[in-house]
């Protein structure tokens, strides 16, 4: 297949080009021949490789190996000799030379868009060496640490957990639970960087956003606890707070829309208005200018997340998650509007799958969407508590004020299509 041949080796070669762009542009104030390799070597490194692939494939591996030594070689040769007139310690660019030699040959013999991906991300590592060089020295050892447990909870416990349901009705599943004990924890981790990186104001509304499309109970209780640790900020979390119940309502229109069209139409007034409201009022209080004052201070907190606090949460949640399935198994479509109640204080997004799907199976669509409302209004209530008991009373209190405006203009809605 000589054109698919000339294809790979094109890929090959755009591999050492685009990673000899970056090296090139690193180093361009360096005369002519002053330096070891830029664009016009790694471009050859990469074709070079998918040649001695091709070579491989047709005279056996001894022929890769014949090739490859001795280019390594003479390039950590050359280099080395550059290194000591520089006095430079690096061993980057040998490491960056050898990846497109390897990428080239196997964009030749393997997946080509794997070996194409592999050269963008080595080609970003090499570009933002000076952004990650400063994020390493910013780095805490609680942040550090908060990161490694986070990946630990998701790579190594997380696979060892059944994933099946235990006890009556099957109502516990230990991977669902720690499941939901990783996004807690990784809306806070994610909240806390953003504010690093962002700054406080259009952090949290990053933050917010982003961590919403997960959980917005996650973030509404890091927002209590941010609250609670830096009360100045009391403006900008309580419009952050309300933005995520803007995305709460966004999310459960995109399910309705996605599984149930006829729910959608019922749903997507009153959610429509609670999410437009709950924006207006969340942005106006996250971006309104502020004095020079302490409410511009950056967080205190010196963890992104408290792992005690989310683990007596979700053990919360996880009680009101099993209670629902059992009352779900016991009295079906006939408790639909007090088991969404009560769904409404663990996961709404559940609550809203598992009422698209019965309106297939007969579910009245306007009994469908009151529950669903309920649901809602049930965890918009329950997040107004968790913000009195983390947050505070008064963080609470202007919390509530926002939601109760955008409840009454979902109520309104409702009552207007119906």
């Not at 890769?64 to 520089?86: D, G, N, R, S, T």
């Not at 994020?135 to 640490?145: A, D, F, G, S």
């Not at 994610?190 to 406080?200: K, L, T």
């Amino acid at each position: 297949m000589p054109v698919e041949q000339f294809q790979r080796l094109g890929v090959a070669l755009a591999i050492g080009f685009l990673v000899g762009v970056e090296r090139g542009w690193r180093a361009r104030e360096a005369a002519e021949g002053g330096r070891t390799a830029g664009i016009r070597t790694y471009a050859l490194t990469g074709l070079l490789g998918g040649v001695s692939a091709l070579l491989g494939q047709s005279l056996g591996g001894w022929a890769f190996v014949a090739i490859a030594l001795p280019y390594a070689a003479a390039f950590v040769l050359f280099k080395q000799h550059e290194q000591e007139e520089e006095g430079d310690h690096s061993v980057t660019a040998v490491v960056a030379a050898l990846l497109v030699y390897a990428l080239g040959a196997y964009a030749v013999v393997g997946d080509r868009s794997v070996a194409a991906a592999s050269a963008v991300v080595v080609t970003a590592l090499l570009a933002f060496k000076g952004v990650l060089h400063n994020w390493l020295r910013r780095l805490t050892w609680p942040e550090l640490r908060s990161a490694l447990i986070l990946l630990a909870m998701s790579f190594v416990a997380l696979p060892l957990l059944p994933d099946r349901g235990y006890g009556p009705y099957q109502s516990v599943n230990p991977h669902e639970l720690w499941l939901l004990t990783i996004a807690m924890a990784a809306v806070s981790f994610v909240a806390y960087a953003a504010i690093r990186v962002f700054g406080p104001s259009r952090g949290l509304i990053v933050a917010s956003a982003a961590g919403s499309l997960v959980s917005s109970t996650a973030v509404t209780l890091h927002l209590a606890r941010l609250n609670r640790a830096t009360p100045a900020g009391i403006r900008r979390h309580v419009g952050a707070a309300l933005l995520a119940g803007a995305v709460m309502g966004l999310r459960l229109c995109a399910i309705a829309g996605v599984l149930a069209p006829a729910l959608f139409q019922r749903l997507v007034l009153p959610l429509g208005a609670f999410a437009g409201l709950s924006a207006v009022l969340g942005l106006a209080a996250t971006l309104r200018p502020v004095e020079e004052t302490g409410d511009q201070e950056d967080s205190p907190m010196k963890s992104p997340f408290d792992l005690g606090l989310v683990f007596k949460f979700v053990l919360v949640l996880g009680a009101v998650m099993a209670a629902t399935r059992i009352l779900s198994a016991l009295y079906g479509a006939h408790g639909l509007l007090p088991i969404a109640a009560l769904g409404g204080l663990a996961d709404t997004d559940a609550v809203t799958l598992a009422v698209a799907r019965m309106t297939h199976q007969g579910v009245d669509v306007r009994l469908a969407a009151d529950a669903v409302l309920l649901a809602a209004a049930v965890d918009s209530a329950s997040k107004v508590m968790i913000a009195a008991v983390v947050g505070g009373m008064r963080f609470a209190a202007m919390f509530a004020g926002g939601t109760l405006l955008a409840a009454a203009a979902a109520a309104l809605a409702w009552y207007w299509a119906a």
